[in-house]
């Protein structure tokens, strides 16, 4: 059975890089029939807060990424702290007491002589009697994992064969001297315990997969496949993370984008596959190749989504806005008509409201220097509504015939003087729909 999981921290909104990581995690799972989990990481009671868990539901839910079952690590403190027990008991864990100062000095000192930045271990040799002052001065340490100093390799499901020297990486900080668990601890925990196995994260947590595995192997738990997908930049190469918290998931919602938009580009983006628009979960699923993403940094650029979104909602069908045109006040037996005249010229729903307004309403009237004769005696020409899909074609001959005007200079005035606008649907669509023409008077 095939396990994956998605473990944000309820520490603020789910953003489009949450979303790649969750996205390859639910496909995965899905397209091997097993099991998507999404785990809130919350064991951080200062930060975590209920809203964002609230929030993450509601994102996930939007754009279809159900899950089996929900985990709270909150819930799950006695179990990390009977792995902590286990791995002192195992000679794994100590405690340390240095303070941030003097570990930034440490890391300084070793720069300068050319050493890697490394924790030096002192915390080992120090008696029982030194760490019974240091706690009586300083409270209760860190505690460390103790790394074995030896390579550890892995085939990642996306950047191929790694090894990595675990004496060139610090012991990790597993519990904070006030008590709290950190991720790894938590994380190692779980992905054991739930069976997890894969893991799709960012490339940033290589390092931190190394020293996972060696602590998931210590603990006899089986050890997920691991794949990290590169990390976006913005259009130009820039780092997203100062703009991160402008591309929230209820940002780009509110700015009108589609969920299968959304997915169809992130499920392809940084791959070796065109980015094509689906129709369907099933599609994305089918489509879905881990293999086929790089390790070269990706770049998003969110204007991407809107042409997108645009091309999504031309293939709906009126059934699926059904709601939204309701809501704009369009009556019921006109809502099919106007549907098929506003769907392909428009970006997202919310412009759905501009060409209602325009129908209902009528346009502010664009007439151009040297046309204002010309159309004043063509609205003489125009009939009272209701207008039909003939209505058109009948007033611009009759328009011709009066004027002798043809071609562009016939039917571009007459556009501008009706809707405002050089650009939109068929003249002849948009006739019947028309409750008020503003030029006529």
Do not use: C
Request: charged share 25%; glycine share 8%.
């Amino acid at each position: 059975m095939t396990v994956t999981r998605f473990a944000p921290s309820p520490t603020g909104y789910i953003h489009i890089g949450n979303l790649r990581t969750a996205l390859f995690n639910y496909l995965i799972a899905r397209k091997a029939g097993g099991t998507f989990i999404l785990r809130i990481d919350d064991t951080d009671p200062e930060r975590s807060k209920e809203e964002y868990v609230d929030a993450i539901k509601e994102d996930l839910e939007w754009l279809g990424l159900t899950w089996d079952r929900i985990e709270r690590q909150s819930g799950r403190l006695d179990r990390y702290a009977e792995t902590a027990d286990k791995l002192r008991e195992m000679g794994k864990f100590y405690e340390a007491f240095e303070t941030p100062t003097e570990l930034d000095l440490k890391r300084k000192k070793q720069l300068n002589m050319g050493k890697p930045p490394v924790y030096d271990r002192a915390a080992l040799a120090l008696s029982d009697a030194e760490k019974d002052a240091l706690r009586a001065e300083r409270g209760s340490g860190v505690w460390r994992y103790k790394l074995d100093h030896e390579r550890i390799a892995w085939t990642d499901g996306i950047l191929g064969d790694i090894s990595i020297d675990a004496a060139s990486v610090s012991d990790p900080v597993l519990i904070r001297g006030d008590g709290q668990v950190l991720y790894t601890l938590a994380s190692i925990v779980d992905d054991t315990d739930m069976g997890v196995t894969h893991v799709v994260r960012g490339s940033d947590h290589v390092t931190n997969t190394a020293t996972q595995i060696q602590m998931i192997e210590a603990i006899g738990g089986t050890v997920p496949e691991f794949a990290h997908h590169s990390l976006l930049t913005g259009p130009q190469g820039e780092a997203l993370s100062k703009r991160l918290g402008t591309l929230s998931l209820r940002d780009l919602r509110a700015r009108g984008v589609e969920p299968m938009a959304l997915l169809s580009l992130m499920a392809r983006l940084g791959s070796s596959d065109p980015v094509e628009l689906r129709g369907s979960m099933d599609e994305l699923i089918e489509g879905f190749d881990i293999s086929r993403f790089g390790s070269a940094p990706t770049k998003f650029d969110e204007n991407d989504l809107f042409p997108l979104t645009a091309h999504h909602l031309q293939t709906l069908p009126v059934e699926a806005v059904a709601s939204d045109i309701a809501a704009l006040g369009v009556p019921d037996d006109i809502a099919g008509q106007f549907w098929a005249v506003a769907k392909d010229n428009i970006t997202t729903r919310a412009d759905l409201a501009e060409w209602w307004t325009l129908f209902r309403d009528g346009a502010e009237p664009l007439i151009e220097e040297g046309d204002e004769a010309f159309v004043a005696e063509a609205m003489t020409l125009l009939p009272d509504g209701p207008y039909t899909e003939t209505t058109w074609s009948e007033w611009t001959s009759a328009v011709k015939e009066a004027t002798g005007r043809k071609g562009k200079g016939l039917f571009m005035p007459l556009r501008l003087a009706v809707t405002g606008r050089r650009n939109g649907p068929d003249m002849a669509s948009v006739m019947p729909l028309l409750q008020r023409v503003r030029a006529k008077g």
